[in-house]
């Protein structure tokens, strides 16, 4: 009796064993797996993880150095009634190349609560590539309804004082900024200058 209780006990034991190989060889091949989806994910084979926030980051405009090569530069000069685009390089100053842009109309609105109108010819500067002023050309006519939301919201004592006057340029850049941010992800407008400042 003991020879047949020693039998069955061998397989029981062994099949013990078995279970356990076969349990840590499972455990192994899922590290395995896992290991390997982590390093695609990572990599951005499989979307997601820093591949992907890195492709978005390079997507956007970036500074231009004097000097350098732009190669979203405007390949042609504006026709007449159309956004005309300058760049310009200096010695001094800052390090990048600032490019110029130039609405093609001026803006006439009221004043917040007046019957005062102004009158307004704008251009903005981004140290951008060219997307930016490709998509200024590119949305100028949303461009144009958000700085006439914004003249409509100025007041009167605004338009006759150098401090009111910079905080509408101000206003006028980060609305511009809006736009841009809202259609195409990126703003890059640097800054507003009144070309003429008309109230009357």
Same mark, same amino acid.
């Given at each position: 009796?003991?020879?047949?209780?020693?039998?069955?006990?061998?397989?029981?034991?062994?099949?013990?064993?078995?279970?356990?190989?076969?349990?840590?060889?499972?455990?192994?091949?899922?590290?395995?797996?896992?290991?390997?989806?982590?390093?695609?994910?990572?990599?951005?084979?499989?979307?997601?993880?820093?591949?992907?926030?890195?492709?978005?980051?390079?997507?956007?405009?970036?500074?231009?150095?004097?000097? *350098?090569?732009?190669?979203?530069?405007?390949?042609?000069?504006?026709? *007449?009634?159309?956004?005309?685009?300058?760049?310009?390089?200096?010695?001094?100053?800052?390090?990048?190349?600032?490019?110029?842009?130039?609405?093609?109309?001026?803006?006439?609105?009221?004043?917040?609560?007046?019957?005062?109108?102004?009158?307004?010819?704008?251009?903005?500067?981004?140290?951008?590539?060219?997307?930016?002023?490709?998509?200024?050309?590119?949305?100028?006519?949303?461009?144009?309804?958000?700085?006439?939301?914004?003249?409509?919201?100025?007041?009167?004592?605004?338009?006759?004082?150098?401090?009111?006057?910079?905080?509408?340029?101000?206003?006028?850049?980060?609305?511009?900024?809006?736009?841009?941010?809202?259609?195409?992800?990126?703003?890059?407008?640097?800054?507003?200058?009144?070309?003429?400042?008309?109230?009357?």
């Amino acid at each position: 009796m003991s020879d047949k209780k020693n039998k069955e006990a061998k397989p029981k034991k062994a099949k013990g064993k078995g279970m356990l190989v076969k349990l840590v060889a499972g455990l192994v091949l899922v590290g395995a797996g896992g290991g390997g989806t982590f390093a695609l994910v990572k990599s951005g084979m499989l979307g997601g993880g820093e591949g992907e926030a890195h492709a978005k980051e390079d997507n956007k405009p970036k500074l231009v150095r004097k000097g *350098e090569e732009d190669p979203y530069a405007p390949k042609t000069e504006a026709k *007449e009634g159309e956004g005309a685009a300058a760049e310009v390089e200096g010695d001094g100053g800052s390090e990048f190349k600032t490019s110029y842009y130039n609405f093609t109309d001026d803006f006439t609105s009221n004043l917040k609560n007046s019957s005062a109108l102004v009158q307004i010819s704008l251009a903005c500067s981004t140290r951008r590539d060219g997307r930016v002023l490709m998509w200024l050309k590119k949305h100028e006519l949303a461009i144009r309804s958000q700085i006439l939301v914004v003249l409509a919201d100025t007041p009167e004592e605004d338009a006759f004082t150098p401090e009111g006057k910079e905080r509408l340029q101000k206003r006028l850049t980060d609305a511009i900024n809006k736009v841009l941010t809202e259609t195409e992800g990126f703003g890059g407008i640097d800054k507003v200058y009144f070309k003429s400042f008309l109230v009357q």
